[in-house]
């Protein structure tokens, strides 16, 4: 064969423009917050919730009632353009109460969902990244505690505690951050044998800049999803105690108070339960979309259809 | 058998943690067991502290009762005078006991038939509006539920009663109430593992060899698909117990659940001891005898302790 000069030209500029990508290069959170926007559900949950949280802020002060005046001459009244959700047995007006209910129960699921993703974060993640003995004893103590039914435990905190505030996110905290510890542990187990932790430990990295600069960030898609999934747990647990009459104390209401008082007038003025019910159960709704979408987006081989 | 041993030994231990914890926290409370009451004399006070050891040192109290626990001897209640925690629970847990299996039934009948549906007819309008019921029976809490029942069905309509047990027009509503999101969750569950089953080899070897759909469905596809419905059973069990605190109330069901929401509201120490080392131990034995089951139904799991990873 022949060897000419003209083999070594390079190639016209047309050719080289084919072989750049036609669109943009996404970061991974890029792509999930585009896959998120497509799944509908999750987008009108998120909706939902922007919209709850404004009427929380703003919901108590447009009525012109408090949620704690009592006006004995306006009981069980129905909805009328004086009190739009109508008033309860106290004459206390059910629009107000709804919206400051929110303020509370919302304020029990993102600080349940807190408390346990800090204290179940570091669990888990010590545990899963020492290995060995510790992770042994770490886990057992949470198969232990988790094989006790955590309802009774919670009921039991809330005997003991002063109902209040306080007694609600202490109880849901202490029971509710073993699945989260679980879910760390596993993912900082399986990541911990990658290459990149292994580059980390030759430069002489400590094992605590380790945990908190390379594996945790890295675990961040599932804990983000439980985390998520947590607050509506906690607001539906929140709302079970305090319809046994242990969660908030009165006047203060959240939404199961004002389910479990709308419960003893049923018969006579359903509203006093409508209101309360339907909201409890739109935010149930609207969290466990999230979640799902959340956990489609970040992680589309995982996608579950449950 | 390591499994075996080693779970029994979690379960004791889990076990012992309840009682000692359900312990410490009854005698932390602020307020002994008879301070609700109106004040009474100080030399009955003496005198009922006498009579149920209130004034023993705790270790001696926490002793005295792990023994009599090992008998079987729950104690008696302080609020109901000759009423021990044995004979309420005796008397009031074969009620719940009732309740509760038909719910589990009902919630397993009724969730596994339309996860089936659903994943049959996957997208399409019978997939979508199980799915949507599902979602709902999801979000709904039951005592939402419950009321909802009570005002549709007693109230407005008036053609099942709204409170008591006895007859069986008393337990539909609490049945329904109950069984509600257990179903929806065994649904979804069910769908799921249907769908990916229906994907496997061995069905398409099924109906390569012209065997009938429902045959398919019932004898090769329905015992495999069945296995996380029954892992499952644990958490169904405990949901059901817990659901009837609040739905045995709403329904004023004489119930053990009930007994406990009473109980917490009348301080009253040893019934709420006791029912709560009863559940726990019950739940555990329960969940324990799943496992076990579990394991020998699916010979793929060997040990559940490779799930945790």
Known sequence: ?306 | MRYFFRRSLTIALALWLVVTMTFTIMHLIPGGPFASEKKLPDVILRNLEQRYHLNDPLYRQYGDYLINLMRGDLGPSFKYENRTVNSIIAESFPVSAALGSLAIVLSLSAGIFAGTIAALRQNRWQDYSIMALATLGFSVPSFVLAGLLMYIFAYKLQVLPSALWGTWQQAVLPTLALAALPTAYIARLMRSSMLEVLQQDYIRTARAKGLSEMYIVLRHALPNAILPVVTYTGPLIAAILTGSFVVEFIFAVPGLGRWFVLSITNRDYTVILGVTVFYSAFLMLLNFIVDLLYMALDPRIKSLDLKEV
């Open chain 1, 1 to 306: 064969m022949e060897i000419r000069p003209q083999m070594f030209q390079p190639l016209p500029a047309k050719r080289q423009a084919e072989e750049y990508a036609d669109h943009p290069s996404y970061s991974y959170w890029q792509d999930v917050q585009k896959r998120f926007m497509k799944h509908k559900p999750a987008m009108t949950g998120l909706i939902f919730i922007a919209f709850l949280v404004i009427m929380a802020a703003i919901g108590p002060c447009v009525s012109g009632h408090t949620y704690y005046d009592q006006d004995l001459s306006m009981v069980n009244k129905a909805p009328n353009s004086a009190y739009w959700f109508g008033t309860d047995a106290l004459g206390r007006d059910i629009f107000t109460r709804v919206w400051y209910g929110a303020r509370i129960s919302l304020l029990i699921g993102l600080a349940t969902s807190v408390i346990c993703l800090v204290i179940g974060v570091f669990y888990g993640g010590i545990s899963g990244y020492l290995g060995g003995l510790a992770d042994e004893i770490l886990m057992r103590a949470v198969e232990v505690l988790s094989s006790i039914p955590f309802l009774l435990y919670v009921i039991l905190l809330m005997v003991l505690f002063e109902p209040g505030l306080k007694a609600v996110f202490l109880a849901l905290g202490l029971v509710y951050w073993l699945n989260m510890a679980r879910i760390v542990r596993g993912q900082v187990l399986s990541l911990k044998e990658r290459e990149y932790i292994l580059a980390a430990r030759l430069l002489g990295l400590s094992k605590w800049r380790i945990l908190c600069r390379h594996l945790l960030p890295n675990t961040l898609g599932p804990i983000i999803v439980t985390a998520t999934l947590l607050v509506p747990e906690a607001i539906f647990t929140e709302a079970f105690l305090s319809f046994l009459g242990l969660g908030v104390a009165s006047p203060q209401a959240s939404w199961g108070v004002l389910v479990s008082e709308g419960m003893s007038g049923l018969r006579n003025h359903p509203w006093q339960l409508f209101f309360p019910a339907v909201l409890i159960s739109l935010t149930m709704f609207a969290f466990n979309f999230v979640g799902d979408g959340l956990r489609d987006a970040m992680d589309p081989h995982l996608r579950q259809e449950v």
